[in-house]
């Protein structure tokens, strides 16, 4: 055994029972060495041996491995190897470079994989059977190169729109959330259900306060333009709960929408006004998975105090129910006072509440989820258009401003008085002649912001001659719009003063002045710059909806067209009777029998109406109290035959009746100018 050892030790060739040579390649080998595996275990030490001692009996030399091995003697190379001899062998000779190609060895005993007795394609075979396997296992294998994986990186799609604006998740829904939030689908199912008016406060005060418990566990503040796009908000849910027309609550309804989005949101600039406005749309899925994660977690969690929860509640209830209708069956008043408080629920009404259950429900995890992690719409980035040169820009902006000073100088001498020769000359009337250029107008104001809007886009941008430039000839086509507005309004106010006043004009009206509001904003942020314009113009927005509901449109209409009749002017009672409850004061104002047959209709609706008083606007429960003291009376065809008379009269003046009111008849005229 000791004469096999030293022969080994020694390096003379053809020693029997040589152990395999153990050491670790050098960090300067080539990859395919620092990526051999280690052979491990007794047989593939024996495996490594064979190949390790053919090679030191053609070299003459101690062959190298990159692996360790385990064997009944000392072993040589620049690691370590430990066996059951005489004790510990180590050196410290540095593993030689022998054997990998590029080397002067005539051998040929090392193989491509670098390790010393591997055969490869072409090298030494150690006269064993079958293929030559790598030892090394496929987890010791060299990684894929770094460009495959910048490749496979490179193929992955790029995240959406939404990926990329939303935050993280949410932190776990609170208890106070939920509860807020089913307390605004119980509110809905209970209160919206019979009608609009104070239940949608209650229902939006639930939802609120979703938002601010979730806002509050994730870590938001409560800053100033949220205070206000919320304050406006609920501000606009009060006009449903005062007039009793469903046009201007309808809009308010969805700007109240809009402004709470919009406080949820926190948006800035013009992609956050516009995205975030109906944004909330895009939580709703999101919401309804976060809040019933937070259910399922609480019910796994306290299945006991759920348990109680529910029996408290159920006896409650029943003890509610039965001393409730006992008190009621003993006291009729005290039967009325709670048919009064408590909601009509019916069942063939059921599937309706179950519905606004779920859309309460829904609507407030909605708005808690997004004030808990909202959209970054303002990470959406418009970048201005590339910038024209000064010529190229300025020209066709400073024509169409001498265009509109033409325009507008004969506008100024029409409106000081010169009506008189305008339509001696044209062969119109004041009515027809207003009527012709109020929806052209219109148009024109609505193109002018648009050709603002790119104008400011592709604007020269060099320097302060440039900005000065831009706001110069701007500002003089923002002046010159202005005065177009005005023009719109007056033909307008001679149009309504000739045929009288209806819900199109008025609407149409208000949305002329609210272009003149855009136009003035856009002047003074060209000034103090346009930093606050976006959501400047989205309050303006709120606070024309929010004033078009509080003036009573239905009831402008009526006292317009009653104080017409007063200078004895043709009034149409046919479409009068069709207003809402809002118009019940000006028109008991009315002379019989014009009076009776307009509020007759609407007397005969709140008649039919059991709405309860949640559901009841100011406007209906004033219009009540003036009919309980004077009911109109019925005058059947008596009615009809005013109306007739109406037109009879008109005809009888050389003017035919168009919507209602009459019009002059001037042959082929705009069809977009009927209004």
Same mark, same amino acid.
């Given at each position: 055994?000791?004469?096999?050892?030293?022969?080994?030790?020694?390096?003379r060739?053809?020693?029997?029972?040589?152990?395999?040579?153990?050491?670790?390649?050098?960090?300067?080998?080539?990859?395919a060495?620092a990526?051999?595996?280690?052979?491990?275990?007794?047989?593939?030490?024996?495996?490594?041996?064979?190949?390790?001692?053919?090679?030191?009996?053609?070299?003459?030399?101690?062959?190298?491995?990159?692996?360790?091995?385990?064997?009944p003697?000392?072993?040589e190379?620049?690691?370590s190897?430990?066996g059951?001899?005489?004790?510990?062998?180590?050196?410290?000779?540095?593993?030689?470079?022998?054997?990998?190609?590029?080397?002067?060895?005539?051998?040929?005993?090392?193989?491509?994989s670098?390790?010393?007795?591997?055969?490869?394609?072409?090298?030494?075979h150690?006269?064993?059977?079958?293929?030559?396997?790598?030892?090394?296992p496929?987890?010791?294998?060299?990684?894929?190169?770094?460009?495959?994986?910048?490749?496979?990186?490179?193929?992955?799609?790029?995240?959406?729109?939404?990926?990329?604006?939303?935050p993280?998740?949410?932190?776990?829904?609170?208890?106070?959330?939920?509860?807020?939030?089913?307390?605004?689908?119980?509110?809905?199912?209970?209160?919206?259900g019979?009608?609009?008016?104070?239940?949608?406060?209650?229902v939006?005060?639930?939802?609120?306060?979703?938002?601010?418990f979730?806002?509050?566990?994730?870590?938001?503040?409560?800053?100033?333009?949220?205070?206000?796009?919320?304050?406006?908000?609920?501000?606009?849910?009060?006009?449903?709960?005062?007039r009793?027309?469903?046009?201007p609550?309808?809009?308010?309804?969805v700007?109240?929408?809009?402004?709470?989005?919009?406080?949820?949101?926190?948006?800035?600039?013009?992609?956050?006004?516009?995205?975030?406005?109906?944004g909330?749309?895009?939580?709703?899925?999101?919401?309804?998975?976060?809040?019933?994660?937070?259910?399922?977690?609480?019910?796994?969690?306290?299945?006991?105090?759920?348990?109680?929860a529910?029996?408290?509640?159920g006896?409650a209830?029943?003890l509610?129910?039965?001393?409730?209708?006992?008190?009621?069956?003993?006291?009729?008043?005290?039967?009325?006072?709670l048919?009064g408080l408590?909601p009509?629920l019916?069942?063939?009404?059921?599937?309706?509440r179950? !519905?606004?259950? &779920? $859309?309460?429900?829904f609507?407030? %995890?909605?708005?808690?989820?997004? =004030?808990? /992690?909202?959209? *970054?719409? +303002?990470?959406?980035?418009?970048?201005?258009?590339?910038?024209?040169?000064?010529?190229?820009?300025?020209?066709?902006?400073?024509?169409?401003?001498l265009?509109?000073?033409?325009?507008?100088?004969?506008?100024?001498v029409?409106l000081?008085?010169?009506?008189?020769?305008?339509l001696?000359?044209?062969?119109?009337?004041?009515?027809?002649?207003?009527?012709?250029?109020?929806?052209?107008?219109l148009?024109?104001?609505?193109l002018?912001?648009?050709v603002?809007?790119?104008?400011?886009?592709?604007?020269p941008?060099?320097g302060?001659?440039?900005?000065t430039? !831009?706001?110069s &000839? $701007?500002g003089?086509?923002?002046? %010159?719009?202005?005065?177009?507005? =005005?023009? /719109?309004?007056? *033909?307008? +106010?001679?149009?309504?003063e000739?045929?009288g006043?209806?819900?199109?004009?008025?609407?149409?009206?208000?949305?002329?002045?609210?272009?003149?509001?855009?136009l003035?904003?856009?002047?003074?942020a060209?000034?103090?710059?346009?930093?606050?314009l976006?959501?400047?113009?989205?309050?303006?927005?709120?606070a024309c909806?929010?004033?078009?509901g509080?003036?009573?449109?239905?009831?402008?209409?009526?006292?317009?067209?009653?104080?017409?009749?007063?200078?004895?002017?043709?009034?149409?009672?046919?479409?009068?009777r069709?207003?809402?409850?809002?118009?019940?004061?000006?028109?008991?104002?009315?002379?019989?029998?014009l009076?009776?047959?307009?509020?007759?209709?609407?007397q005969?609706?709140?008649?039919?109406?059991?709405?309860?008083?949640?559901?009841?606007s100011w406007?209906?429960?004033r219009?009540?109290?003036?009919?309980?003291?004077?009911?109109?009376?019925?005058h059947?065809?008596?009615?009809?035959?005013?109306?007739?008379?109406?037109?009879?009269?008109?005809?009888?003046?050389?003017i035919?009746?168009?919507?209602?009111?009459?019009?002059e008849?001037?042959?082929?005229?705009?069809?977009?100018?009927?209004?």
């Amino acid at each position: 055994m000791s004469d096999h050892a030293s022969e080994a030790a020694s390096g003379r060739p053809g020693a029997p029972g040589t152990p395999p040579e153990t050491g670790e390649a050098e960090p300067s080998r080539s990859r395919a060495v620092a990526g051999a595996g280690r052979a491990e275990g007794p047989e593939a030490a024996r495996d490594a041996g064979q190949p390790a001692a053919s090679a030191r009996s053609r070299s003459g030399a101690p062959a190298q491995g990159s692996g360790s091995g385990e064997g009944p003697g000392p072993a040589e190379g620049s690691g370590s190897a430990q066996g059951p001899g005489p004790g510990p062998a180590q050196s410290s000779v540095p593993a030689r470079r022998e054997g990998i190609p590029g080397n002067d060895d005539p051998s040929g005993a090392t193989g491509p994989s670098g390790e010393a007795g591997s055969d490869g394609p072409g090298g030494a075979h150690d006269g064993r059977t079958g293929p030559d396997v790598s030892t090394a296992p496929a987890h010791r294998k060299a990684p894929p190169p770094p460009a495959a994986s910048r490749q496979r990186r490179a193929q992955q799609p790029p995240p959406g729109l939404l990926t990329r604006l939303r935050p993280p998740g949410p932190p776990p829904i609170t208890a106070a959330t939920l509860c807020s939030a089913l307390a605004a689908g119980l509110l809905s199912a209970l209160l919206l259900g019979d009608g609009l008016g104070l239940n949608l406060l209650f229902v939006a005060v639930a939802a609120a306060l979703a938002a601010y418990f979730a806002a509050r566990a994730a870590g938001r503040r409560l800053r100033p333009w949220t205070a206000v796009w919320a304050v406006g908000g609920l501000a606009l849910l009060a006009v449903p709960a005062l007039r009793d027309a469903g046009w201007p609550s309808f809009l308010a309804l969805v700007s109240a929408l809009a402004l709470g989005s919009l406080a949820l949101h926190g948006s800035r600039g013009w992609p956050g006004v516009l995205f975030g406005s109906w944004g909330l749309c895009a939580s709703v899925s999101r919401g309804v998975r976060w809040g019933w994660r937070g259910v399922r977690d609480r019910a796994d969690d306290s299945r006991g105090r759920v348990r109680t929860a529910a029996r408290t509640t159920g006896v409650a209830v029943v003890l509610l129910v039965v001393f409730g209708a006992l008190f009621a069956s003993a006291d009729p008043a005290f039967a009325d006072l709670l048919s009064g408080l408590t909601p009509d629920l019916g069942i063939g009404d059921s599937p309706w509440r179950a !519905v606004l259950f &779920v $859309l309460g429900l829904f609507g407030a %995890l909605a708005a808690a989820h997004t =004030a808990a /992690a909202p959209v *970054r719409w +303002d990470g959406m980035t418009v970048r201005p258009g590339p910038a024209r040169k000064r010529a190229e820009w300025a020209v066709p902006l400073i024509v169409l401003d001498l265009l509109f000073a033409l325009f507008v100088g004969f506008q100024l001498v029409v409106l000081l008085g010169g009506y008189d020769k305008v339509l001696e000359e044209t062969g119109l009337t004041r009515s027809a002649y207003a009527r012709q250029g109020f929806w052209q107008l219109l148009w024109a104001t609505v193109l002018t912001l648009v050709v603002i809007a790119l104008a400011r886009r592709w604007a020269p941008r060099g320097g302060r001659h440039d900005r000065t430039l !831009v706001r110069s &000839v $701007l500002g003089v086509l923002c002046v %010159l719009t202005l005065v177009v507005v =005005a023009s /719109a309004l007056r *033909r307008m +106010d001679l149009y309504v003063e000739a045929f009288g006043l209806t819900r199109l004009r008025i609407s149409v009206a208000a949305v002329e002045l609210w272009l003149g509001v855009v136009l003035v904003l856009i002047l003074v942020a060209g000034v103090f710059g346009a930093r606050l314009l976006p959501r400047a113009v989205a309050v303006s927005a709120a606070a024309c909806v929010l004033a078009f509901g509080l003036v009573s449109p239905d009831g402008l209409i009526a006292e317009q067209n009653v104080h017409r009749y007063q200078e004895r002017k043709a009034i149409d009672i046919d479409y009068l009777r069709e207003l809402s409850a809002d118009a019940v004061p000006a028109l008991d104002t009315l002379p019989e029998p014009l009076r009776s047959c307009a509020l007759e209709r609407i007397q005969r609706k709140l008649a039919t109406s059991d709405a309860p008083w949640y559901a009841t606007s100011w406007g209906e429960a004033r219009a009540r109290d003036v009919l309980a003291a004077n009911p109109a009376e019925p005058h059947g065809t008596e009615c009809y035959s005013l109306g007739r008379s109406v037109d009879e009269q008109a005809d009888e003046r050389g003017i035919h009746e168009e919507g209602g009111y009459p019009r002059e008849d001037h042959g082929s005229e705009d069809p977009s100018a009927s209004y």
